[in-house]
């Protein structure tokens, strides 16, 4: 083993721990800011309890992203630094937009969102946290497209060796980014929703075995089936743009990355009226070619073609990526994907309201069942399993590029580190990632415990005394200066 090799390890294991966060964060922030919305609309109590505690949980995903992030950033000029010169011109605008605009934004209305309780206006402290979300996505937006850059560049030339950015606005709409955008961030929504389900799952279930019911105070229901339902129904909304967009990214590889089509299908060799196969051994016939171009009888180019391909093109190497690693992760992708899916369109059905022809009394939410509950806490982690699934599809597949076409992952480390130095940052970076995961889980774990926490009532509004008044009256000349 090589410094690149433990240097790419690195970097898969910090953004796979630090990728955790990330949809979370943008699926549940969206959540809260509904929440609050529907506190501000209707002023009913038990919006607020959910608001702040489901709040809370996202603050301290927020804070662990943040953390987690910046070590990436240390990582393009410890490990990657040839990497980092050939890209620098073109990254150059999309990080500095994510940065200067998106997390300044996020950051600075989070702060005013946590600190605007009872000293804000509803209104006023309700926009904060909308502002909050718009800025995560924003965020979320500039890193995609610098992403899709490298799996897919445009608007640049190469000058002195180095990419020189031609059109700002060709990259930041890069075909490619306009299909991955829409298909991680519905996929973030999945991972909230499947992280809601579980917390709501867990206090059902505790509910049931303390006997209790209508703790939330919301005339005699649970509290938890409010956000049950609503995780439920952004869970299958975003599950049909995932699938949507994932269509999208299938059409975009077979033009742009065939190679990593290939391998995700397992083909090897070209092949007119190309199979899908959802495990070795069974083959759906033309549907891998339909997928790729609506049309079943198209060619698709297969791994070994490719390979004599890009020898020809650009000289000798194995232009292959790790093929196991690149076909499971795409089965695992789909079936944890599916499943989660799957579940909220049967926790839909299963916690629907009765027909309008049932008499009034009658027409009352369906009892949520234990079993249903339980499946959602043990479904925790086929969301996130899922999204890092896809993760790998994605940046292994592009393997032996870190730049497609352009600049080869062997050419793009650091030359002046060493194999001792690498393995020292790594070994620093897994211990204090395994610490940091172990707060996280503590705090999660202590919250979701604890649960909503109660809502003292707003204090009436008296008429001032005369004393008060006199008061005032004797500190206005104070405040005037």
């Given at each position: 083993m090589?410094?690149?090799?433990?240097a790419?390890w690195?970097?898969?294991?910090?953004?796979?721990?630090?990728?955790?966060?990330?949809p979370?964060?943008?699926g549940l922030?969206?959540?809260?800011?509904?929440?609050?919305?529907?506190?501000?609309?209707?002023?009913?109590?038990?919006?607020?309890?959910?608001t702040?505690?489901?709040?809370?949980?996202?603050?301290?995903?927020?804070?662990?992203?943040v953390?987690?992030?910046?070590?990436?950033?240390?990582q393009?000029?410890?490990?990657?630094?040839?990497?980092s010169?050939?890209?620098?011109?073109?990254?150059?605008?999309?990080?500095?937009?994510?940065?200067?605009l998106?997390?300044?934004?996020?950051?600075?209305?989070?702060?005013?969102?946590?600190?605007?309780?009872?000293?804000l206006?509803r209104?006023v402290?309700?926009a904060?946290?909308?502002?909050a979300?718009i800025g995560?996505n924003l965020?979320a937006?500039?890193?995609?497209?610098?992403n899709?850059w490298m799996?897919?560049p445009?608007?640049y030339?190469?000058v002195?060796?180095?990419?020189?950015?031609?059109d700002?606005?060709?990259?930041?709409?890069?075909s490619t980014?306009?299909?991955?955008v829409?298909?991680?961030i519905a996929?973030?929504?999945?991972?909230?929703?499947?992280?809601?389900?579980?917390?709501?799952?867990?206090?059902?279930?505790?509910?049931?075995?303390?006997?209790?019911?209508?703790?939330?105070?919301?005339?005699?229901?649970?509290?938890?089936?409010?956000?049950?339902?609503?995780?439920?129904?952004m869970?299958?909304?975003?599950?049909?743009?995932?699938a949507?967009?994932?269509d999208?990214?299938?059409?975009?590889?077979y033009e742009?990355?065939?190679?990593k089509?290939?391998?995700?299908?397992?083909?090897?060799?070209?092949?007119a009226?190309?199979?899908?196969?959802?495990?070795?051994g069974l083959e759906?016939?033309?549907?891998?070619?339909?997928?790729?171009?609506?049309?079943?009888?198209?060619?698709?180019?297969?791994?070994?073609?490719l390979?004599?391909?890009?020898?020809?093109r650009f000289?000798?190497?194995?232009?292959?990526?790790?093929?196991p690693?690149v076909?499971?992760?795409?089965?695992?992708?789909?079936v944890?994907g599916?499943?989660t899916v799957?579940?909220?369109?049967?926790?839909l059905?299963?916690?629907?309201r009765?027909r309008?022809?049932?008499?009034v009394?009658?027409?009352v939410?369906r009892e949520?069942?234990?079993?249903?509950?339980r499946?959602?806490?043990?479904?925790l982690?086929l969301?996130?399993?899922?999204?890092i699934?896809?993760?790998?599809?994605?940046?292994?597949?592009?393997?032996?590029?870190t730049?497609?076409?352009?600049?080869?992952?062997?050419a793009?480390?650091s030359?002046?580190?060493s194999?001792?130095?690498?393995?020292?940052?790594?070994?620093?970076?897994?211990a204090l990632?395994g610490a940091?995961?172990?707060?996280e889980?503590?705090?999660?774990?202590r919250?979701?415990?604890?649960?909503?926490?109660?809502?003292?009532?707003?204090?009436?509004?008296t008429?001032?005394?005369?004393?008060?008044?006199s008061?005032?009256a004797?500190?206005q000349?104070?405040?005037?200066?």
């Open positions: 090589d410094a690149l090799d433990l790419r690195q970097f898969g294991v910090t953004t796979v721990y630090h990728f955790l966060f990330v979370l964060t943008i922030g969206v959540f809260v800011a509904g929440l609050q919305t529907a506190w501000y609309r209707t002023g009913k109590e038990h919006y607020l309890r959910l702040k505690f489901f709040g809370k949980l996202f603050l301290i995903n927020f804070a662990m992203g953390v987690t992030g910046i070590v990436q950033e240390f393009f000029g410890m490990n990657w630094s040839e990497y010169i050939f890209v620098g011109d073109v990254f150059g605008a999309p990080l500095a937009l994510e940065a200067l998106a997390f300044f934004l996020e950051s600075t209305f989070i702060g005013l969102w946590i600190f605007g309780w009872d000293r206006p209104r402290h309700l904060t946290i909308w502002a979300v995560s965020s937006y500039f890193i995609l497209a610098a899709a799996k897919h445009v608007g030339e190469v002195d060796g180095k990419a020189r950015m031609t700002l606005w060709a990259v930041l709409t890069n980014a306009l299909a991955q829409p298909h991680v996929g973030a929504f999945v991972v909230a929703g499947g992280f809601v389900l579980a917390v709501c799952g867990h206090h059902l279930l505790r509910e049931r075995r303390s006997g209790g019911r209508g703790t939330g105070g919301t005339g005699g229901a649970s509290i938890w089936r409010t956000p049950m339902r609503a995780a439920l129904l869970t299958a909304i975003a599950g049909a743009l995932v949507g967009s994932g999208m990214s299938a059409k975009l590889l742009q990355q065939p190679m089509l290939a391998s995700a299908e397992g083909l090897r060799y070209d092949t009226g190309a199979p899908f196969s959802p495990v070795p759906v016939p033309m549907l891998l070619s339909f997928l790729a171009t609506d049309d079943p009888n198209a060619v698709v180019q297969g791994t070994e073609d390979q004599a391909r890009y020898e020809e000289g000798p190497g194995d232009y292959r990526p790790n093929l690693v076909f499971w992760s795409f089965r695992v992708m789909i944890f599916l499943s799957g579940l909220s369109v049967l926790g059905w299963l916690t629907r009765r309008r022809g049932t008499p009394t009658a027409r939410p949520i069942p234990a079993w249903f509950a499946a959602c806490v043990l479904a982690p969301p996130a399993v899922a999204m699934s896809g993760w790998l599809l994605s940046e292994i597949g592009r393997q032996p590029w730049v497609q076409g352009e600049l080869l992952t062997a793009s480390v030359p002046g580190v194999l001792a130095e690498v393995a020292v940052s790594l070994a620093v970076f897994t990632y940091l995961a172990l707060a889980a503590v705090l999660l774990t919250h979701v415990k604890a649960g909503p926490e109660p809502v003292a009532p707003a204090a009436p509004r008429p001032p005394s005369r004393d008060d008044e008061a005032d004797r500190l000349p104070t405040l005037m200066y």
